[in-house]
């Protein structure tokens, strides 16, 4: 029983020793992932993917995950009843199929798999893409024979509550409801659109999704700035954010200047980091940062924000 006991304890505190700890600002730059996903088409399983976890939150629920995910045949179809997926085609092409009915049904714990999905929606996707697959949503990725497909998967805790929906929330034409997707081209074509009506503030910006969260988090955002944008700093949510066009540095870190809210005229202390097109970033809750932009230059991203995780203490 004594050493029943003893190993029980040091069970215990492996545990706690090997929870993962939540990540401060993480980049990956375009070069870095392409070199990964070199690195991951050579070890391809018998499920014809290879996968890697970029950052890990330790959430029980399998939310605050980001995967970088290869594949060179047809997924498994998959639903996830509690995590909406936010998806970064880094390379490669195919379709994904979304919706409908998930056929065999298997799993527990609100993660489920199927052998087929009947009546879903086919989207061709391609580099540069960002998706939003919304949760309890059956999925699956259709790889062409001889090709692959490559994507960033951030794993984001679905909406709980009444959805409160903004003014400026925009109507989403897709099929099924709640899913989004903004090809590499038409956020081209937004981002000449946003070059075009840049304000005193030398940003423009639109509401690419907003799912009615009260803390304003799950809202996709559209952001263009052709100078230094002012700090910000979040106390509840996750900057997920991804690079489209441009280039310049994150300033990110140290302590806020005068802070007023969400924002301060400054950054003390803060780690400067060259950022460019088919970046992916992760800026943590209750972290400043302020965008640089070079003279005569310009940066524009996507950025998605995400809840906090708050971990239980036990």
């Known amino acids: 029983m004594i050493v029943s006991l003893r190993l029980f304890l040091v069970g215990a505190v492996l545990a706690l020793v090997l929870q993962p700890a939540p990540p401060g600002f993480v980049m990956w730059s375009a070069s870095e992932l392409e070199q990964r996903d070199a690195a991951l088409s050579a070890r391809v399983a018998a499920d014809h993917s290879a996968r890697e976890t ?3 939150y330790g959430n029980p629920s399998g939310a605050h995950r980001f995967r970088f995910i290869h594949r060179d045949a047809d997924g498994v179809p ?6 909406e997926d936010v998806v970064f085609i880094q390379s490669g092409a195919g379709t994904l199929l979304v919706g409908g009915d998930m056929v065999d049904r298997t799993g527990d714990d609100g993660e489920y798999t199927g052998t087929g999905i009947a009546s879903g929606v086919r989207y061709r996707v391609g580099p540069g893409d960002v998706i939003h697959i919304p949760a309890d949503t059956p999925h699956r990725y259709l790889v062409p024979d001889g090709g692959h497909i490559t994507y960033v998967l ?3 805790p679905a909406l709980v509550g009444e959805p409160v929906i903004p003014a400026d929330a925009p109507d989403l034409d897709f099929d099924p ?3 989004a997707m903004w090809t590499d081209a038409d956020l081209a074509r937004r981002d ?4 075009t009506r840049v304000g005193p503030d030398h940003s423009s910006r639109e509401t690419l999704a907003d799912y009615g969260s009260p803390t304003r988090s799950h809202r996709f955002r559209f952001i263009h700035r052709d100078a230094d944008g002012r700090p910000e700093i979040h106390d509840d949510i996750i900057d997920v954010v991804f690079i489209k066009s441009g280039e310049g540095e994150l300033l990110v870190g140290g302590e806020m ?3 007023t809210g969400s924002l301060g005229t400054g950054i003390s202390g803060g780690t400067r980091h060259r950022v460019a097109a088919g970046d ?10 302020g965008y640089v932009v070079p003279d005569g230059g310009h940066i524009t991203y996507v950025l998605v924000r995400v809840p906090a995780f708050v971990r239980e203490v036990r």
């Open 257 to 259: 200047l005068n802070r």
């Open 280 to 289: 992916v970033l992760h800026i943590s809750a209750r972290t400043p940062h």
């Open 192 to 195: 000449a659109s946003l070059a």
């Open 154 to 156: 951030v794993r984001l």
């Open 54 to 56: 970029l950052a890990e």
């Open 177 to 179: 409801t709640g899913f």
């Open 78 to 83: 998959e639903q996830h009843e509690q995590i």
